[in-house]
C-alpha cells in the first residue's frame, strides 16, 4: 500500500485564535502515522503562538519518525520564522 500524506493548509490569517484547532488537526494528523504537508503559502499574517506550535509540533513529529513537508512558506511566514531565529525546523 502507497504511503499517503494528510495535507493541512493555512488560512491567510493565522492567530492565537485559531491554535486550538490546528492543535487538534495536528495532532489527527499525527495519530494518522502517515507523512504530513502544511500548506503555508496563503498565510499573510501569523501570531508568535502559532510559530511556536508549528516549531513544537516539528520536533514531537520527528521523534516520532513522521515527515512533515512545509510546502510553499509565504515570505511573512518565513521573515516571521527568521527573526524568532527557528528557520531551521521548516527548511527542506
Not at 6 to 12: D, F, G, L
Not at 28 to 34: C, F, I
Given at each position: 500500500m502507497a504511503e499517503s500524506i494528510?495535507?493541512?493548509?493555512?488560512?491567510?490569517s493565522v492567530t492565537i485564535a485559531q491554535v486550538a484547532d490546528l492543535?487538534?488537526?495536528l495532532?489527527?494528523?499525527?495519530?494518522?502515522?502517515?507523512?504530513?504537508?502544511?500548506n503555508l503559502s496563503d498565510i499573510e499574517r501569523i501570531d508568535t503562538a502559532v510559530i511556536q506550535l508549528?516549531?513544537?509540533f516539528s520536533r514531537d513529529a520527528q521523534l516520532q519518525g513522521l515527515?512533515?513537508?512545509w510546502s510553499n512558506p509565504?515570505?511573512?511566514f518565513c521573515e516571521a520564522v527568521d527573526r524568532l531565529g527557528i528557520k531551521a525546523f521548516y527548511a527542506q
Open positions: 494528510v495535507e493541512i493548509n493555512c488560512a491567510e492543535y487538534a488537526q495532532l489527527m494528523a499525527m495519530a494518522e502515522g502517515q507523512a504530513i504537508q502544511i508549528f516549531y513544537s515527515v512533515v513537508i509565504s515570505q511573512l
